[in-house]
């Protein structure tokens, strides 16, 4: 299954859950799309698909200017993983297609 189209991405943050929308392609061989939340929306970088394996990150700037690194597991409609905050650490992720 292809990990493009639209999902809801919500991260486990100590800030509480955080929700955003992923929306991606596959183009060229490379994931590319925009991610928005609360900070707006923005384009994703480094976005690669290797078999059932998604990476991908944005920057961000509120609460705090920072880059988000995203690696999920893509497993039909759900793609969950972890997500690296800077130097605020590591938090879970879950993702539905929607």
């Given at each position: ?7 809801k ?44 394996k ?16 995203f690696?999920?597991?893509?497993a ?6 972890k ?5 605020f ?10």
């Amino acid at each position: 299954m292809s990990v493009d189209g639209t999902w809801k991405i919500t991260v486990n943050s100590p800030m509480g859950k955080q929700d955003s929308k992923l929306e991606v392609r596959i183009d060229g061989g490379a994931l590319v799309g925009t991610q928005s939340g609360q900070g707006g929306s923005n384009a994703i970088a480094n976005g690669k698909v290797d078999g059932d394996k998604v990476t991908w990150s944005t920057s961000i700037t509120t609460p705090f200017p920072m880059t988000l690194e995203f690696s999920g597991v893509l497993a039909g409609d759900a793609l969950n993983g972890k997500v690296k905050a800077g130097s605020f650490g590591e938090f879970e992720f879950t993702g539905s297609r929607g």
